[in-house]
C-alpha cells in the first residue's frame, strides 16, 4: 500500500454540514491557506505486522510503503485503515487506503472543479468565490453522485486528480461526504511561490505525472477517465491514450464552455479516435450515464 499524508498544526477550522456566515467562511479560508506545516516530524504508520516509519519534508508532506505479509484473501473491503502516529508528541490519526479487488473490472480518474462541483475555473472571480464557499454551499452537477456511485458500484475505485491545492483536502472531503458522492485517494497540488509550484504553473504536468502513476500502479486495470473542457483535460486525457493505447475504456468531458473551445475539443475528439480511444463530450451527468451504460460500464 502507497500511503501520503501531510503533518499540519490544528488551526480549528470549522467543520459544517449547513449554511455559514460569510465571515467565517473567509475566516476558515484564511486558516487553510496558512497552513502552519510540521517539516522533521518522524511519522509512524501501522497495519497487521507492517510497521513503517518516514520523516516528513519541508511542507509537512510524507510518502511511505506499507507491505503485510499476511494473506489477504479474507479481505474482500475495497478500504484499509492504517493507525498513524507522530512518536514524539502521541498525536494519532486514521489513514484510509483504497485496495482494489479482484473484482474491480475497471477505475476511474476524475477531474474534480467544473466535472464535480461548480467551480467556474475558467474565471478568477468564479474560483476566487468558490474557495471561500464552505462544504456545504458548494454546489455539485445535477446527478453526478448518482452516476459515480453507480461506476463506483461498490468494487471499481475512484481516484481524483485535480489542480486544487492540498490546502483544501479536507474541504473536498467534506463535500463529497455532504453529497453522497464515493471517495477515493485525492492527488491535489501544492500551491508555492517558488519556480517549481508556482501557481497553475504546472497544471498539464501535475495532472499528467499523477495519472501516469496510476496506470502504472495499477497495470491490470483499464481505466475510464473524466473531465471538463474547461482548462486542459481533453488535451491531457488524449495524451494519455496515444501514450497508453488500450488502457482507456473512455474518456468522458463535461461541456462547460463556449462554442469556440467546443470546436478544438471537437478536433481532440478525433484525434483520440486516431488514436484508437474513444473521447466523448457530454453536457450532463445523465448523458455521461447513458454512454456508461452503451459501453457496459454500469449496468
Do not use: C
Not at 56 to 66: A, P
Not at 96 to 120: E, G, M, Q, W, Y
Not at 189 to 212: C, F, P, R, V, Y
Amino acid at each position: 500500500m502507497l500511503l501520503r499524508g501531510r503533518v499540519l498544526f490544528e488551526k480549528n477550522i470549522t467543520r459544517v454540514n449547513g449554511a455559514e456566515p460569510l465571515w467565517r467562511n473567509v475566516l476558515n479560508t484564511y486558516r487553510r491557506f496558512q497552513s502552519d506545516e510540521v517539516a522533521g516530524a518522524r511519522v509512524r504508520a501501522a497495519w497487521r505486522d507492517a510497521v513503517v516509519e518516514t520523516v516528513t519534508g519541508d511542507e509537512g508532506h510524507f510518502q511511505l510503503r506499507l507491505e503485510s505479509h499476511i494473506a489477504n484473501d479474507a479481505l474482500p473491503a475495497l478500504w484499509r485503515e492504517v493507525t498513524l502516529t507522530l512518536p514524539e508528541s502521541g498525536a494519532s490519526a486514521a489513514a484510509h487506503v483504497i485496495v482494489p479487488t479482484a473484482d474491480a473490472a475497471f477505475a476511474v480518474i476524475s477531474d474534480i472543479d467544473d466535472t464535480v462541483v461548480l467551480t467556474n475555473a475558467t474565471s478568477l472571480a468564479g474560483m476566487v468565490r468558490s474557495v471561500i464557499r464552505n462544504a456545504a454551499s458548494r454546489l455539485p452537477f445535477e446527478g453526478v453522485a448518482d452516476l459515480y456511485r453507480a461506476l463506483h458500484a461498490e468494487r471499481n475505485p475512484l481516484f481524483y486528480v485535480s489542480s486544487s491545492p492540498w490546502n483544501l483536502y479536507e474541504l473536498l472531503h467534506d463535500f463529497m461526504n455532504l453529497n453522497g458522492i464515493p471517495h477515493g485517494p485525492m492527488f491535489l497540488q501544492d500551491w508555492g511561490i517558488d519556480e517549481a509550484t508556482l501557481l497553475m504553473a504546472s497544471h498539464e504536468q501535475h495532472k499528467l505525472a499523477n495519472i501516469e502513476t496510476l496506470l502504472d500502479y495499477y497495470p491490470d486495470l483499464p481505466f475510464l477517465l473524466i473531465g471538463d473542457s474547461g482548462q486542459h483535460d481533453p488535451e491531457i486525457y488524449l495524451r494519455i491514450m496515444q501514450s497508453h493505447p488500450g488502457r482507456v475504456r473512455a474518456a468522458f468531458i463535461r461541456d462547460v464552455t463556449p462554442d469556440a473551445r467546443d470546436q478544438a475539443v471537437a478536433r481532440i475528439i478525433d484525434e483520440a479516435e486516431i488514436a484508437g480511444g474513444e473521447m466523448i463530450y457530454v453536457r450532463d451527468s445523465a448523458s455521461a450515464m447513458a454512454h456508461a451504460r452503451r459501453l457496459g460500464l454500469i449496468s
